[in-house]
């Protein structure tokens, strides 16, 4: 099924401004939020729809991407949003929306639920990391597999993400009886009414820390290298982002660990130009080969191929390669190669030489077809020497 159209979701227009878009967000977010619509599924995805439609929306540079080139812009990122996009995900990302700290409207009313969390407990969730990839023309056209050392927080060995010497030094909060979480009830003109926050004694993890880790001083993360393996799609572009889940920094104490995003660079080729989809070729080609006619090497992504110059080709004549270009991300369609061509006028002549080309000069098929406003390239080489 294909899908909506960002703005059409949230209901906004192209020239709408970040405080018109976080509005709208926010309407339906309030109006789809599980915790007013129990067990309706239809209105979950109408929920992850809409954070998906604002996570893009809301940040200019991947903005910018969808309006250039649609869904496909936002598919490059490889994944981690959309159809796959969990609530966990989405109050981590957004719970300021609200304006509050739980990340749920309706936690005060409903008894909690926003936020991340794990078995009814707040968990942290790993900050996201940015990293740069260079790509050869080469590269982006076939797509690639790299491996990447990153330098980043990893989880602790000594104790293997908990913070804690040992199982020994851990205790349930006092505070929260383990939930994660206090209740308070206050007297209302309207009534009582029972209020859930996360527990300020444990920070809505429901353990707390006897002894703390050695190697790690009871943050279950220490600074370490990882390679990673990014397997980079054919067709991306300078700019664009891809998404890795999880590959960004580790949590404290267990928690869900951030993402990673590749940023895209092109490494400039050293004939080839890219155009889009397609590749650009500038063939300089001599007079005598345009005139009688010549079979070329030129380079494409792919090696060598030969092209045909017809006799009598013209400079400024556009030669198409099908098939020869960058193909378009998540799609079989692959761009073309154009091959400009541009007659070279020498610009030293032997005695003999231009003997030659004034006795030219004068016959008929070397002069401007009639209707053309143009010197013939005779003319126009011989006010270049003089």
């Known amino acids: 099924m294909a899908k909506r159209d960002f703005y059409d979701i949230l209901g906004v227009t192209r020239s709408s401004s970040a405080d018109e878009i976080k509005k709208a967000y926010r309407k339906l977010a309030i109006k789809y939020h599980p915790d007013k619509n129990p067990g309706d599924k239809e209105a ?225 080729h050293e004939t080839l130009q890219r155009e889009g989809n397609n590749v650009v070729y500038d063939l300089h080609i001599s007079f005598i080969d345009a005139t009688l006619g010549s079979s070329i090497e030129v380079p494409t992504i792919d090696g060598k191929a030969k092209i045909k110059i017809d006799p009598g080709t013209q400079g400024g004549k556009i030669l198409r390669l099908k098939g020869k270009g960058v193909p378009e991300v998540n799609s079989y369609h692959r761009g073309d190669q154009l091959v400009y061509v541009n007659i070279w006028t020498p610009k030293a002549l032997s005695r003999d030489e231009r003997d030659l080309l004034e006795k030219l000069q004068n016959s008929p098929n070397f002069k401007p077809q009639p209707g053309k406003n143009e010197k013939s390239f005779f003319e126009r080489m011989k006010e270049y020497f003089e």
């Open 44 to 268: 979950e995805e109408k929920f992850k729809e809409a954070a998906e439609a604002y996570e893009i929306l809301s940040n200019p540079e991947k903005k910018q991407r969808y309006d250039q080139f649609g869904h496909a812009g936002t598919s490059a990122s490889g994944g981690g949003y959309g159809g796959h996009m969990n609530m966990d995900d989405i109050f981590s990302q957004f719970g300021d929306i609200f304006g509050g700290g739980g990340g749920s409207p309706f936690e005060s009313f409903f008894g909690g639920g926003g936020g991340q969390s794990r078995g009814g407990r707040r968990v942290a969730r790993g900050t996201n990391l940015r990293i740069k990839v260079k790509l050869t023309l080469e590269e982006i056209a076939r797509g690639v597999e790299k491996k990447i050392k990153v330098n980043k927080q990893v989880v602790c060995n000594t104790c293997d993400g908990t913070g804690a010497k040992d199982r020994s030094s851990f205790h349930t909060c006092n505070t929260c009886g383990g939930s994660g979480s206090v209740r308070r009830v206050t007297n209302t003109i309207l009534g009582q009414m029972q209020t859930t926050s996360t527990c300020p004694t444990c920070n809505g993890e429901g353990t707390q820390i006897t002894s703390k880790c050695n190697s790690c001083h009871g943050d279950g993360v220490v600074r370490g290298e990882e390679t990673i393996s990014i397997n980079i799609p054919a067709g991306v572009s300078e700019g664009m982002q891809l998404s890795m889940s999880g590959k960004g920094n580790a949590a404290p104490r267990g928690g869900m660990p951030g993402d990673l995003i590749i940023l895209i660079e092109e490494i400039p």
